[in-house]
């Protein structure tokens, strides 16, 4: 299922803005890096595969693509980036982060983990969970139900930026997705836990 490791140039900008720069983990998401650090590059090297750590890549093919994204934030109009997700808990075996994008700069980001056993998954998972809470303004959210065998959600809101996250433990898999620049209205909160249900389904199938 893994493919060998590829390395590209990743790069990234030098935001000062407080969400630009927390490494915060929400069940394998980075709550701000995942959407704030990463530049959204054009053209065919946006779609590169890019790894840093030397971790293996997932196929794409185990995250939802743009058309899932769509069907419940219909403005996010394209893929921008896709790499490994630097910045999962624990040490996974291989995996993919994916980051869409709408012309307003709305993002949705869409990673999975893949660790060698489920026990190393929850141990990440809980280690993401830990670190997520320690964040100046971290809220907790209800946890969508029948997701994954347990899920995890949250918001951060520093300014005028808005982070809600969602992190699910599926066996030896740990899925996020995290979206940027929505509010964290009821409507939104909704939309982003079916997206997160559809990405479990997807990547445990």
């Given at each position: 299922m893994m493919q060998?490791?590829?390395?590209?140039?990743?790069?990234?900008?030098?935001?000062?803005?407080?969400l630009a720069i927390l490494a915060i983990i929400l069940a394998g998401v980075v709550f701000a890096g995942a959407c704030g650090r990463q530049d959204t590059q054009s053209g065919a090297e946006s779609q590169q595969d890019a790894t840093t750590s030397g971790t293996n890549l997932l196929p794409q093919e185990v995250l939802v693509g743009l058309d899932v994204v769509q069907k419940y934030f219909p403005e996010i109009e394209q893929q921008t980036a896709t790499s490994e997700n630097s910045t999962a808990s624990g040490?996974?075996?291989?995996?993919?982060?994916?980051?869409?994008?709408?012309?307003d700069g709305r993002r949705v980001t869409v990673?999975?983990?893949?660790?060698?056993s489920a026990d190393a998954a929850a141990s990440a998972f809980e280690?993401?969970?830990?670190?997520?809470?320690t964040v100046q303004g971290f809220v907790p959210l209800p946890?969508?139900?029948?997701?994954?065998?347990?899920?995890?959600?949250?918001s951060v809101t520093q300014g005028a930026d808005t982070h809600i996250g969602y992190g699910a433990l599926?066996?030896?898999y740990v899925i996020g997705v995290t979206s940027?620049?929505?509010p964290a209205?009821?409507?939104n909160v909704e939309k982003l836990a079916g997206l997160t249900r559809d990405a479990v389904e997807k990547a445990t199938a």
């Open positions: 060998p490791t590829e390395r590209y140039r990743v790069r990234r900008t030098g935001s000062s803005a407080p040490s996974p075996d291989a995996t993919r982060m994916v980051i869409y994008e709408g012309g990673s999975v983990d893949q660790y060698p280690q993401a969970i830990g670190n997520s809470e946890a969508p139900a029948d997701v994954g065998d347990k899920a995890f959600a949250g599926a066996g030896e940027a620049g929505y209205t009821t409507e």
